[in-house]
């Protein structure tokens, strides 16, 4: 079945960066959009960032723009988010998923597709 393994999560102070990966198996890569998302203790799952299918295009939620940036390497079916300037709000689980058939979404309820999720801790 379709496996996406996230690595990469840690702790780290405020101001550090941390680059989290997602690495996708018995998926047509590219015909998916990816996407990164979060859960923080009692708070919904949130959207966090998106990428095309070919990469050409990013989408990003305002609390991270700037700071965070996702790419792809459809060689390698894999996918990054290089978090920079990171913030002890930005800590929760971290989970990679992905879309069939869209460019860029936001909804979570359109991803087909989840990992098991990586912990970002970010502490003050």
């Known amino acids: 079945q379709v496996q996406l393994v996230e690595s990469g999560g840690g702790s780290v102070q405020a101001g550090g960066s941390l680059t989290l990966s997602c690495a996708a198996s018995?998926?047509?890569?590219?015909?998916?959009?990816m996407g990164w998302f979060r859960q923080a203790p009692g708070n919904e799952r949130e959207f966090v960032a998106a990428i095309s299918w070919s990469g050409g295009s990013t989408d990003y939620t305002d609390s991270v723009k700037g700071r965070f940036t996702m790419s792809r390497d459809n060689a390698k079916n894999t996918v990054v988010l290089q978090m920079n300037s990171l913030k002890p709000e930005d800590t929760a689980v971290y989970y990679c998923?992905?879309?069939?058939?869209?460019?860029?979404?936001?909804?979570?309820?359109?991803?087909?597709?989840w990992g098991q999720g990586t912990q970002v801790t970010v502490s003050s």
């Open positions: 018995r998926l047509a890569f590219t015909t998916y959009a």
């Open positions: 998923a992905a879309a069939r058939g869209f460019t860029i979404i936001r909804s979570p309820y359109n991803y087909n597709y």
